[in-house]
């Protein structure tokens, strides 16, 4: 149905979903970063934690203090911003 509406959609999907399978594959696989489904991780068992970051993906110190409350940043650890793409405006 989407794809009927807005024909232009397909051709900016598809990149963006490659570009997270590849981001994807080289932090697990080249990074050595572990990873989990955030869902699985939605309650915080004690195998890992999942958290809700309150900040503009432009302001990396407040994103990387934030991560911090819950990444252990001495270890291999990554993050995909959900899907800030085309939502971020420039001064």
């Not at 080289?26 to 970063?33: K, L, N, P, T």
């Not at 572990?34 to 195998?47: F, I, K, M, N, Y």
């Amino acid at each position: 149905m989407c794809a009927r509406a807005f024909p232009e959609f397909a051709a900016v999907a598809l990149p963006q979903r490659g570009f997270l399978v590849r981001a994807v594959r080289f932090m697990a696989r080249d990074a050595s970063i572990r990873h989990a489904h955030a869902d699985a991780l939605l309650s915080s068992t004690p195998q890992g934690k999942c958290a809700y970051l309150d900040a503009d993906v432009r302001d990396s110190r407040k994103v990387l203090t934030q991560a911090a409350w819950t990444l252990d940043l001495d270890r291999p650890a990554g993050g995909l911003p959900h899907r800030p793409g085309g939502r971020i405006t420039l001064p």
